[in-house]
């Protein structure tokens, strides 16, 4: 099969892999249909996360069921499935809470790299879900969103407590941030502030449920949050990005008593202890159990409730997956959609 590799930071190609078989009895292998290029991908291809040799891309996925190892029960050949970006049994202690994505037994899709024509999924029993039934072509991207950054956007939203009546900030306008706008819309907030400086980025904010656009940055955009609370700060924060400037950020513009939800993957951004004392407020977030929230989501798109796939602004086909990074990277593209 064909898939992407990346072998140094700004070097991916699409290259010949090995077909991917059953390997367990609670494996799926499946054919995409589409998948995509994550924001998180970007750190390697920047150098800032190291790369262990060439390494198969991707984590995120759709498509049609080609074969089952012999103790998956719960789908089979022929249906359109969408999983999370980490596999997960479903029935261990830490999965039936809700947090799937530190399951006892979790593998991460990013080892096995679904940027291909097909892909093996452990755990399948824990990790799919199936459609009603196989989605018209235009439906596909919305499905593929629902793998990852909208069910990331929206944990960020409900570890912040977002809910009726309330004020949300959402700290980062790529596509996870993006989600979270559309997830504190349907979670009944009053406000939603998107912080954004890129045009097409607060367009597309507003079009997702936006109430205000705050340009500024760091302190700046503190203050910004600050005078349009009368001073008291947002009762819920999504932190959509992982840097330190963000991080501060977020917890600044929340008010005392709030909630600060973050999902923005996270590297050397650390939280003086003073700040975090006196800010009183509550933090909570982490890499996202999306799986939590698929079934709900895949209804919620089928019903054409939310259209999550509007945050994909490139598709290229998956041979030019190469074009697809260097437009993320250089913020010429907020998502690139990858077709199989």
């Not at 706008?181 to 449920?209: N, P």
């Not at 998956?318 to 990858?338: H, N, Q, S, V």
Request: charged share 20%; glycine share 12%.
């Amino acid at each position: 099969m064909r898939g992407a590799v990346m072998h140094a930071p700004g070097d991916v190609r699409v290259e010949d892999r090995p077909d991917p078989t059953i390997i367990e009895p609670t494996d799926a292998i499946i054919r995409l249909s589409a998948t995509c290029i994550c924001g998180s991908d970007l750190w390697p291809y920047r150098g800032i996360e190291a790369l262990d040799g060439a390494t198969p891309m991707g984590h995120e996925y759709c498509g049609i069921v080609e074969e089952v190892g012999s103790a998956v029960t719960t789908i089979r050949p022929g249906q359109f499935v969408v999983g999370s970006f980490w596999a997960s049994d479903g029935t261990c202690e830490i999965c039936r809470a809700g947090y799937q994505s530190a399951c006892t037994h979790r593998t991460l899709m990013g080892t096995i790299g679904t940027q291909a024509e097909y892909a093996r999924i452990p755990l399948a029993d824990g990790t799919l879900v199936a459609t009603r039934e196989v989605p018209s072509a235009d439906l596909v991207p919305h499905h593929l969103a629902a793998s990852d950054v909208l069910g990331t956007g929206w944990f960020a939203a409900v570890a912040a407590e977002v809910g009726p009546g309330k004020t949300v900030a959402v700290v980062g306008d790529g596509a996870v941030g993006l989600m979270g706008v559309l997830a504190a819309r349907q979670l009944g907030a009053e406000r939603i502030i998107a912080m954004s400086r890129h045009e097409d980025r607060q367009k597309l904010a507003l079009d997702l449920g936006a109430t205000d656009i705050v340009t500024e940055r760091g302190d700046d955009g503190v203050e910004r949050v600050m005078e349009l609370t009368r001073g008291l700060g947002a009762h819920s924060v999504i932190e959509a990005v992982g840097t330190q400037e963000a991080m501060l950020q977020a917890i600044r513009s929340c008010r005392p008593g709030g909630h600060v939800g973050f999902v923005g993957l996270t590297h050397e951004a650390t939280i003086g202890g003073m700040d975090l004392f006196m800010s009183l407020v509550h933090l909570h977030g982490g890499p996202a159990p999306v799986r939590r929230f698929l079934p709900q989501h895949l209804d919620l798109i089928a019903d054409g409730t939310i259209e999550p796939g509007k945050v994909f602004d490139l598709t290229l086909p998956l041979e030019r997956a190469a074009d697809g990074y260097t437009a993320m990277d250089e913020r010429r593209a907020i998502k690139t959609l990858l077709t199989v």
